[in-house]
Nanobody, 126 residues
Framework: QVQLVESGGGSVQAGGSLRLSCAASEDTHIFNCMAWFRQAPGKDREGIAT???????FYADSVKGRFTIAQDNAKNTVNLQMTNLKPEDAAVYFC????????????????????WGQGTQVTVSS
């Protein structure tokens, strides 16, 4: 069974940076894409960024220019570098893998992803 384990969450002040990592129990080449989502209390799960096995990336408008997704196939991980964090970025961040369809409008549909991690908390103080 595929397992995804997130790490790197924590508390930072606004303007700070964090790097999240997602370690997969399988070779990441088997996934057509890997992604990061987040969910704040009382809100729907939101797609943040995704990367295809060929390296194509999509980002939510709210994080473009601040977050970067990258895949390290040698380590079977996908990372999310987050800079210039804002209080509204606070949420539980989830790693997801293997999307049904990867496209400019479909990549952020949580229901299209097969595998999920347990999440890691990110807190941003103003």
């Amino acid at each position: 069974q595929v397992q995804l384990v997130e790490s790197g969450g924590g508390s930072v002040q606004a303007g700070g940076s964090l790097r999240l990592s997602c370690a997969a129990s399988e070779d990441t080449h088997i996934f057509n894409c890997m992604a990061w989502f987040r969910q704040a209390p009382g809100k729907d799960r939101e797609g943040i960024a995704t990367i295809s096995f060929r390296g194509r990336t999509f980002y939510a408008d709210s994080v473009k220019g601040r977050f970067t997704i990258a895949q390290d196939n040698a380590k079977n991980t996908v990372n999310l570098q987050m800079t210039n964090l804002k209080p509204e970025d606070a949420a539980v961040y989830f790693c997801a893998a293997h999307c049904r369809v990867l496209g400019p409008t479909s990549w952020s549909r949580a229901t299209d992803y097969t595998y999920w991690g347990q999440g890691t908390q990110v807190t941003v103080s103003s």
